[in-house]
């Protein structure tokens, strides 16, 4: 298997990939994609199921993605992943898209249906409801909740997933506001408890938003780089703060440093990542996931890229 195929090869697929075993019928598309630790994840859950199939990353950029999704069905696939920058574009290619979609305005799971339908669903919402909960042993609709990043693609799936869940209370940060008047406008619509928007995003305004919230969610990018600084001062977390970086590596992240020196408890995106596939892999194939498999390839690939 290449470590990434293009949309060239799409166009080709039955030739380039003639010769791989299992066939190559589930992907994640991203642009860029090298990077994506799910084919380690669902390769491994694959051969633990006993399925005859093989998981790629396809790298597709986002003028091609229209015509890549509807090569799909001719080409055999099952279903694949969306990530960045591809998930507002792959819902408004789906045939059918779910509640979760809807909300989160963007697709990151899609299933093929054996009409050759595109069929689109979100797991980023209930990916990060399971792993706050294993990770940090809350509840998130009990959670005061303030969500760093909610501008942006992750950042609003998330901020529409804790709307629809009913969290107690919600901050939406974001650097830039003119991102957030869709989603303020979109969570508007369906929550009915209090709402507010941070501007601008600076120490003073955080320290006040952090008065009144028990739980961080940081959607935004600050902490992909081992030397960004975090996207919240330690001098601004409380013991009692909770923080979830949905930024996924085996080390600790920028915010998650940053929870240690103020004697916080966090965790990092590895436990989202996990959930979400697991979802996929259940709406893929209707039967339980594997999910201890799951945990140790993805774990195991974090701490392979982090020594590398």
Known sequence: MKPVYT???LEAWETVTADERPPLRLAVL????AHSFSPQMHNAALRASGLDVGYCRLHIQPEELSAALHLLPKKGFIGVNCTIPHKAGALAAMDEVDDHAQLAGGVNTIRISKEGQ???FSTDGLGLERAVAEDLGV??????????????????AVSMHCASAGVRF???VNRSMEKLHPVHEAISAIYPRELQLL????DKALAKALDSSDLVINCSSLG??????????ASLIAPRHLLFDTIYTADRTPLMRAADAAGARSANGLSM???QGAISFEMWFQRHAPLEVMRKALFEQAHTRLSA
Do not use: E
Not at 30 to 33: E, I, L, S, T
Not at 139 to 156: I, K, N
């Open 139 to 156: 509840d998130l609709h009990d959670m005061r909740v303030l969500v760093l990043g909610a501008g942006g693609g992750a950042g609003h």
């Open 170 to 172: 919600l901050v939406l």
């Open 30 to 33: 991203g642009d860029p994609v």
């Open 199 to 202: 501007q601008p995003w600076n």
């Open 7 to 9: 949309f060239a090869d």
């Open 224 to 233: 992909m780089k081992p030397d960004d600084p975090s996207p919240i001062p």
């Open 273 to 275: 990542l996990l959930y």
């Open 118 to 120: 595109l069929q689109g």
